[in-house]
Each structure stands twice: as structure tokens, then as C-alpha cells.
């Protein structure tokens, strides 16, 4: 089994790279870390390349089947390569899975423009948990870089994603949307979510007149609080709970 000690080594520049977007797409790879991560998605996937430490090893003797692939790094390399404040331990690259075609049908949720990691993460981690499968990713935040993977906390592998432009999602028109709006649209004692896409916006702006137009359906979740506003991660993830108890 092949050993690294340098943070030199041309393998450890690829992982490290690995957290650059363009050089994801290039090479259509992405790198996980840590032991939920690594379960959850070997249970689809075949990692390409698995890494971890000596002490890593030593505890977990079920990831033996995968030696031929395995590389051990010593400690202060694996720390060089982790995105972590304390590294797991281990970390394992797996191919960017084919673009399918878009779904014809929900429940699922788009992400129109999120760009905060942890806002991403938190909306896929909570479609696994509800048991919405489908999640379609228009611009914003890459859903394969390390803070967004780190976000869904291992549960990336219990949803699909699909990622396209807002062009392609027009010319799909046979989805039903629902916008999550902050005013003006309806409650959510007065929709019927069964087989639709809750759609959510940007952090900063939201939706904006052009998205909100393709949508057939508003919904405002009701704040009898002082707040103006809830952020995508926590407005998102209550609309999910709400269609799940319809679907």
C-alpha cells in the first residue's frame, strides 16, 4: 500500500486542487471527507481514489476490500489536504456522476442562485431527510465543493441532482413550480404540493420577476414575528417539511 509524507507529491496536489471549481469540471472529480460522507456514497459509487491515515486505518479494518485503491497520508499531509478545522481522516475522490435528464415530475425543490455553501447543504440534507429525491441546482454555489458536501453532512448520495440553466428549466415547461416568496403569495394551508417543485431564490435577492413569472404558484410561509425575512437555508427547508406531509 502506497505511503505519503509530502505535501509535495503530485496526488496531493490534485486533492488540494480538487477544492477549485474549474478544476472539478476539468477532470470531473470531486473529493469527499469523513466517515458518513464515505459510507453514504460508497454505497452508489465506486470511489476512484481512497485516502486516509495510518491510525484511520487501524480503526476502521472494513474499508480493507478497497486496499488496492488506498493511499495512506501521514497526518500533517492529510491536514494540508482537509477542508476540516480537525480531518477525519479519511477522504476519497469519486467521479461527478452523468448529467441526467431533467425529472417530469416531483416532489422536488430548485435552487435558483444560492450561493452560500452552508444555505445549499442545509437544503439538500433536509430533501434527504423529508424524502424529496429530486433537487435541481440552477447557478450559485457548485454542489460538489467541499463546504457544500461538508453541509449536507453525508446525505449527498440520498438525493439526485441535476444541474442546468434557467433557459433549459423554461423549455421543460411540464414541471409544476410553487415560488417561496417573502409577501404576496399564498399559505400553505391553501396549496396542494403533491408532485411539485418548491422553488427557492437567491440569499441576497430571492426570486426574481423572471423566475417568479415561469412559476404557476406563489407561497409566503407566515412570520407573526419581528423578522422581515427567514435566509434560503431555514425558508427552504421549512417548505420542504410542508411538502413532504403532502407527498
Known amino acids: 500500500m502506497k505511503i505519503i509524507t509530502s505535501v509535495h507529491n503530485d496526488q496531493i496536489k490534485h486533492l488540494i486542487n480538487l477544492g477549485k471549481k474549474s478544476y472539478r469540471m476539468q477532470h470531473q472529480e470531486f473529493l469527499i471527507e469523513g466517515t458518513r460522507a464515505y459510507h453514504e456514497l460508497v454505497q452508489l459509487y465506486k470511489p476512484l481514489a481512497l485516502f486516509m491515515t495510518q491510525d484511520y486505518q487501524n480503526a476502521h479494518q472494513d474499508i480493507a476490500c478497497y486496499e488496492k485503491i488506498t493511499t495512506i497520508l501521514a497526518p500533517h499531509v492529510m491536514e ?7 480531518p477525519s481522516g479519511i477522504c476519497a475522490i469519486f467521479a461527478i456522476p452523468a448529467q441526467q ?19 445549499m447543504g442545509t437544503l439538500i440534507r433536509t430533501a434527504a ?14 454542489p460538489y465543493s467541499p463546504k457544500v ?10 438525493v439526485r441532482l ?4 434557467f433557459d433549459k428549466l423554461a423549455a421543460q415547461h411540464t ?5 417561496l416568496v417573502v409577501q404576496g403569495g399564498k399559505t400553505p394551508d391553501q396549496l396542494n404540493l403533491h408532485h ?29 414575528g ?18 413532504s406531509q403532502q407527498n
Not at 494540508?80 to 478545522?85: D, L, Y
Not at 416532489?107 to 450561493?115: A, F, Q, S, T
Not at 425575512?229 to 411538502?243: H, K, Q
Open 129 to 142: 431527510a423529508m424524502n424529496i429525491k429530486e433537487v435541481i441546482i440552477i447557478g450559485g454555489v457548485d
Open 196 to 224: 411539485k417543485f418548491l422553488v427557492v431564490g437567491s440569499e441576497a435577492h430571492g426570486l426574481s420577476a423572471q423566475q417568479i413569472a415561469l412559476c404557476q404558484e406563489k407561497m409566503t410561509i407566515p412570520m407573526p
Open 149 to 158: 458536501i461538508q453541509s449536507t453532512a453525508g446525505c449527498l448520495a440520498a
Open 101 to 119: 435528464p431533467l425529472p417530469t415530475t416531483g416532489p422536488g425543490i430548485i435552487l435558483m442562485d444560492v450561493h452560500d455553501p452552508g444555505n
Open 80 to 86: 494540508k489536504v482537509s477542508a476540516a478545522a480537525t
Open 226 to 243: 419581528q423578522a422581515e425575512s427567514l435566509n434560503a437555508g431555514v425558508a427552504g427547508s421549512i417548505g420542504l417539511y410542508l411538502m
Open 175 to 179: 414541471l409544476h413550480l410553487c415560488a
Open 162 to 165: 441535476y444541474q442546468t440553466t
